[in-house]
């Protein structure tokens, strides 16, 4: 687990190493252990190739420095992430008769690639963002792994290619220019965060999930190589008992393999069955006490401490524990904000880059449960999507805005879950449902919130273009094509790096996705609170008050806190001179969202969210470089 950084530069415009350190030392938090540079210039001296490197070191400590090259020169690496069956994929090299200086993993995608060429990214059972240069045919390869949890964004202009594993080193890179997407502003409202590929920066995109990347010549060009196995696998698994050992042996697996490591780890535990499910099946392939770390709050409806340390009693973890006070939670936000290098989407960001910094001190790399909802229907809207269509035609969408719609927006503060499951009932089209699901606010409110039209299109299209008749596929497909690469997994990326650790998710094992793809809809959404088969897998393992809990989430209590110790600051950050979103806003209607919630009226705790970690991104990011975007946003609104 690293941070990469580099380019491609026309000859006119060829930078110094210094340069290269400097960008690449900006994500030191994602390598402290160690860096590396190369500066590398095409044989007819067209183009200059530069690679920065930042190293948390993991499996073969002493071997796996970067950038690597390999034995005969032809070919140079930078990697960020890990390929969790290099072991396998190394023996099958080793037959083929390639030879290895080191233990590393990185050495093995080196070999792959010279074996089986662009294919080797679909043999790869990991997590990665590499750059890849092949001096013999004079080529660059990017590559981002097939769900998205390693990042990999790129800045193409005139003579210049950047790519790297955050946004700040590309925005610092001299001479780009830093003007802000007054489009992301309306995606970022829409949905909670800006989907891929764009970002909040008009230079910077992000190479999607499950695509490679081509430099040749000058031109650029993406491929995608993989495809959630939901939309193209039909369900042949008929026996529910069938269904249970399959996934106990794929799982087992998934997690066996990311236990692979030169560096002392540990697990993060909820209290949930997905990341119980973890640490019980790590228990079982660990001579030691497992690690383990939990984060919860003074506010007991929100802290899930004492679910988790039944599992660490049970298991006789190694179990440490973090209280996220307010003042704390507070004075990490920025720095959250600047990793992330966007508004952060969701509170929980916060306390786990808290609790990143605290298990950095003893381990390098946790175990976690994300992705187990979107794999295996673990969401009420898993099971809601599957009579929404029942409901749409008895009900007339005249009669539902007329009737169903102000009797929602009439609900007290404290049913804000059921204002969701009726909004998203009546909603027809299937990209704005997607964004009532996860608290997104509609375009109605964003229109009238920036005073002008947004588009409502999203960047790409593809996590709403499965074709599927099952709505519950169709609702997996979207949240492993957008929900999870945009939103889960870049948090959870960013933010255990942002405090020095790396996270393993083996629910996002695309073996294990291709298993769950084969079981039909009743084996994932059948019982209650969803995830049928995981349930029934861990019902002789875990406790049964961890099994049959209902799904909470991960919540941090800002709307509290907003309400009470930080409410002057959640007035000044949106309502008061000094703020941009009041002056890219319509002022009236922010003071009305802002006073119904402090008054307690209503609970507008996400919209409020996201607008205050919007001004938290201009302020961190300079205001100097956001007076364009907040210019145009204004006139955009004047000129309505």
Partial sequence: MCGIFGWVLGVAKHEDR?????????????????????????????????????????????????????????????????????????????????????????????E??????????????????????????????????????????????????????????????????????SEALGHYLLNRYVPGPSTFFRAVKKLQPGHYAVWQNGTLKTTRYFTPPFSTTVPDIKSFSDAVRLFEGTFDEAVRIRMRSDAPFGAYLSGGIDSSAVVATMVKHSAEPVRTFSVGFREVEYSELDHARVIAGRFGTNHNELIVEPDAFME???????????????????PIFMLSEMASRSVKMVLTGEGADELMGGYPKHRAEQWIDLYQ????????????????????????????LALAAGERDLVNRMRVWFGGTSVAEVEAMLGRPVSATPPDIY??????????????????????????????????????????????????????????????????????????????????????????????????WFRGPYRNFAQDMLVSDSSSVARMCNRTKLRGLVAEHIGGRQNHERV??????????MRTFKLSQCEEFERNVVRAARGR
């Fill in 608 to 617: 409020l969210w996201s607008l205050t970690n919007l001004e938290m991104f």
């Fill in 332 to 350: 990490h936000w920025s720095t959250a904000v600047l990793r992330r290098g966007a508004p952060v989407s969701e509170t929980s960001d916060v």
């Fill in 463 to 560: 996590p709403y273009s499965s074709g599927l008749k099952s709505s519950l596929r169709r609702t997996l497909f979207f949240d492993q094509t957008s929900w999870l690469p945009d939103d889960l997994l870049e948090r959870g990326d960013r933010m255990m790096m942002a405090g020095s650790i790396e996270g393993r998710m083996p629910f996002m094992d695309t073996v294990l996705a291709s298993v769950v793809a084969r079981f039909p809809d009743e084996f994932l959404t059948g019982g209650k609170g969803g995830k049928t088969v995981l349930r029934a897998a861990m019902d002789k393992i875990l406790p049964p008050e961890i099994v049959r809990r209902k799904k909470v989430g991960f919540r941090v209590p800002i709307g509290e």
């Fill in 393 to 420: 035609s008895l009900m007339p969408h005249l009669l539902h805005e007329r009737l169903i719609y102000p009797l929602v927006h009439s609900l007290p503060y404290g049913m804000r879950r059921v204002k969701i």
């Fill in 112 to 181: 792959a690639y010279r074996a089986w060429q662009l294919d080797a990214v679909r043999k790869f059972r990991g997590m990665f963002g590499f750059a890849l240069w092949d001096e013999a045919e004079q080529r660059l390869i990017l590559a981002r792994d097939a769900f998205g949890k390693k990042p990999l964004f790129l800045a193409e202009l005139q003579g210049i290619l950047l790519f790297g594993s955050e946004i700040e080193p590309l925005v610092q890179f001299p001479g780009l220019n830093r003007a802000l997407d």
């Fill in 18 to 110: 210094e340069t290269l350190v400097s960008l690449t030392d900006l994500m030191f938090h994602r390598g402290p252990d160690g860096s590396g540079y190369w500066l590398h210039k095409t044989p007819d001296e067209r183009f200059q190739i530069g690679f920065g490197h930042r190293r948390l070191s993991i499996i073969d400590i002493g071997g796996g420095a970067q950038p690597m090259s390999s034995e005969d020169g032809r070919f140079t690496l930078i990697f960020n992430g890990e390929i969790y069956n290099y072991v396998e994929l190394r023996q099958e090299l080793v037959a083929l008769g390639h030879r290895f200086r080191t233990n590393s993993d990185t050495e093995v995608l080196i």
